[in-house]
């Protein structure tokens, strides 16, 4: 049965069908095409053609409205041509004709319901959930091209099957042709009632999810204004607060950061612009490696690998003072180094003199350093060590938020692809997406499915893979209490959901519901998922524990989905070494050279956070794998994994001595 997008609208935000739902589509105006129809996905147009092809433009010819394409590969099925001729004569898509992809894009063709539609066709050659239909005028043969007519523009009937790039589609089509597509159109979040770690006196900044004391379990650090608080991790979900005994009491801040600065295996903080290296016992003595004025009007701070030497320096944005850069001093030992005019951050096109959120990683995944800040319209900067950094051109947007608020928080991380990073940042209305698939920086936030629903008043964003099923969700915290953050369950080929839209009780606690001043992701609790930690604005440190895996693998009558979710294997890896940890990149790559996934050790910086520096990964095709972690400092070690579904294999990869 055929959902009526309407139905399905008003059955997420809770609304009769009929005139309650114009309301709706005004209100929410283009998520409309965001909803997500489980009954008619694209797996389900695959099975109910005779053939499936993935096309490509070669021409257009505006004044007689045709399109030649080229067939690059047939999916499923026999076809002989290798043209088609594509004509739009029919009035009714003579319009329609003018949004057609350029040359060399991607369309996606579904040819013949059996008999008696044997010359239908159903193509897919836009974003924006733009499908089309027409029929087979002439079939065509090897040297003779194929005859099409575009009879159709589809609107409504379609919305909620895939709204996205054609190439993704395309993606989507080939792997399912290989059994190892995976689109999932039903809701499986799952997390437990909130737990609350502690309150603090004043709104929370930055927050880490990290293993300070070293006994394996990750603990929890929270800054505030009016003092920051450490809780270890002493059991199973079992938090102490220690923030006297570690001599933290009246330390106050906006953001903290984890490295160990002088290779001695402890974790050492940077908080603001103050780094604490902890002794022996776990108490932590402000150092003078950073001068005092690195601490004035802190934004954000974190440690990064600015000249891959592997050592952790610093970068700080401050208020009103631009973002700045010092230098790890390396083995020789002693205070920080400014490097901010080496590295050309002390001009007025890099941000100088302003202040805002930033994110630091490796955007084209080809070893330049990328910065991303969120002032002006947005600044990108690229350097390849050991050059300063220069300005890239990307699109425009807007950061403006009421005085005395920040928003542009974000990662790069592999969210689109598994081996290619993007660039992942919040703006006032929610996410923004910018990828260099096609050479330059590119917005594909707006082929993203869901990702138009607004997180109002957004803060920052972080991605992980909250679901335990081998994508990069995106999670998003407003910096207002009476907001809520969102959750983009990331379902793969660049389209996504926000689950509690369809299904609110899947995240219950109250936490997730007024906003947070940080956020940071990781396996708490050892299972194999990813948990939460949120820093409230109400001062409430709080861990929104992971249950996905709860029930996986026990369902009676397991759908698609389901099935592939039961044999997906779990992966844990410990990363450590006196040094190059920090911006140290871990892969799992199958026999066939794919890498099935990519992370960062602390990528997800937030508004000034930290994860752990033990990353949990998701495979969704057990068997023989490679683990190769890169420290930041270049040296690299493989490690040969099994991977058995449902199971989860934990790793510690320790760099070789030399």
């Not at 159709?152 to 790039?165: L, P, R, S």
């Not at 900067?381 to 005395?404: C, I």
């Not at 974000?410 to 260099?436: E, H, I, M, Q, Y």
């Not at 871990?586 to 992370?599: G, K, L």
């Amino acid at each position: 049965m055929r959902i009526s997008p309407l139905i399905l609208l008003s059955a997420c935000i809770g609304l009769t069908p009929a005139a309650d739902v114009v309301v709706a589509v005004q209100a929410i105006g283009s998520s409309l095409r965001g909803l997500v129809n489980p009954t008619l996905q694209p797996f389900d147009h695959f099975e109910r053609y005779l053939a499936v092809l993935w096309l490509e433009v070669v021409t257009v010819d505006a004044d007689k409205r045709t399109v030649t394409l080229a067939v690059r590969h047939v999916l499923k099925g026999d076809f002989v041509p290798r043209t088609i001729t594509l004509s739009a004569t029919a009035e009714a898509v003579a319009g329609a004709f003018q949004q057609l992809p350029e040359p060399g894009l991607t369309v996606v063709a579904f040819v013949g319901k059996g008999r008696r539609g044997a010359n239908e066709v159903l193509f897919y050659a836009g974003g924006e959930g733009q499908w089309q239909t027409g029929k087979v005028s002439a079939v065509g043969d090897a040297t003779t091209a194929a005859m099409w007519e575009w009879t159709e523009v589809i609107k409504e009937a379609m919305y909620g099957t895939f709204n996205g790039h054609p190439a993704q589609l395309a993606a989507m089509m080939r792997d399912h042709a290989a059994g190892r597509g995976f689109f999932p159109a039903q809701v499986f979040t799952h997390f437990r009632d909130d737990l609350v770690l502690g309150t603090l006196a004043g709104p929370i900044g930055g927050v880490a999810l990290y293993d300070v004391d070293g006994d394996g379990r990750p603990d929890a650090v929270a800054t505030s204004p009016t003092g920051c608080a450490l809780f270890l991790q002493r059991a199973a979900l079992r938090f102490d607060d220690a923030t006297a005994a570690a001599g933290l009491s009246g330390v106050k801040g906006r953001s903290v950061n984890v490295a160990d600065v002088d290779g001695d295996g402890r974790a050492d903080l940077l908080i603001d612009g103050r780094i604490f290296r902890q002794d022996a016992v776990g108490h932590f003595a402000l150092t003078t490696l950073l001068p005092a004025e690195v601490n004035r009007a802190v934004v954000m701070s974190i440690f990064a690998d600015l000249d891959h030497d592997g050592f952790p320096d610093v970068l700080v944005s401050q208020d009103g003072g631009g973002l700045h850069a010092w230098r790890h001093p390396g083995a020789a030992g002693g205070p920080y180094v400014d490097a901010t005019a080496a590295l050309g951050l002390n001009q007025p096109e890099h941000g100088a003199g302003q202040s805002g959120l930033f994110s630091f990683g490796d955007l084209r995944g080809d070893g330049r350093d990328s910065l991303f800040i969120a002032v002006g319209g947005g600044v990108l900067l690229e350097r390849k060590a050991p050059d300063a950094f220069v300005p890239a051109a990307m699109p425009s947007y807007d950061f403006t938020v009421p005085a005395g608020t920040r928003t542009g928080g974000g990662t790069l991380a592999a969210v689109f692809d598994s081996a290619k990073p993007t660039l992942c940042f919040a703006n006032d209305r929610g996410v923004n997406l910018v990828d260099t698939a096609t050479g330059s920086p590119r917005d594909v936030g707006r082929y993203g499915n869901e990702t138009v629903v607004i997180t109002a008043n957004c803060h920052a964003v972080i991605a992980e893979d909250m679901h335990a099923a081998g994508n990069l969700d995106i999670y998003a915290i407003s910096r207002s209490p009476t907001a809520s953050n969102n959750l983009y369950v990331n379902r793969g080929y660049g389209s996504f959901m926000v689950s509690t839209r369809y299904r609110a009780e899947v995240i219950p606690g109250k936490a997730h519901l007024h906003g947070a001043g940080g956020v940071a992701a990781g396996d708490a609790d050892g299972d194999g998922a990813n948990d939460l930690l949120l820093g409230g604005v109400d001062g409430r440190l709080v861990l929104l524990v992971n249950a996905v895996l709860a029930e996986r693998g026990k369902t009676e009558n397991p759908t698609r989905q389901d099935a592939v979710l039961a044999q997906t294997a779990l992966l844990s890896v410990a990363v450590t070494g006196p040094r190059g940890v920090v911006g140290a990149q871990v892969s799992v790559i199958d026999p066939h050279e794919r890498v099935m996934a990519t992370r960062i050790i602390g990528g997800n910086v937030a508004t000034g956070c930290r994860g752990p520096d033990t990353v949990t990964l998701a495979i969704r095709e057990a068997g023989e794998y490679r683990v190769v972690v890169r420290w930041s400092d270049g040296a690299t070690k493989t490690m040969p994994v099994t991977l058995t579904p449902n199971q989860l294999t934990s790793l510690r990869v320790a760099r070789d001595a030399r």
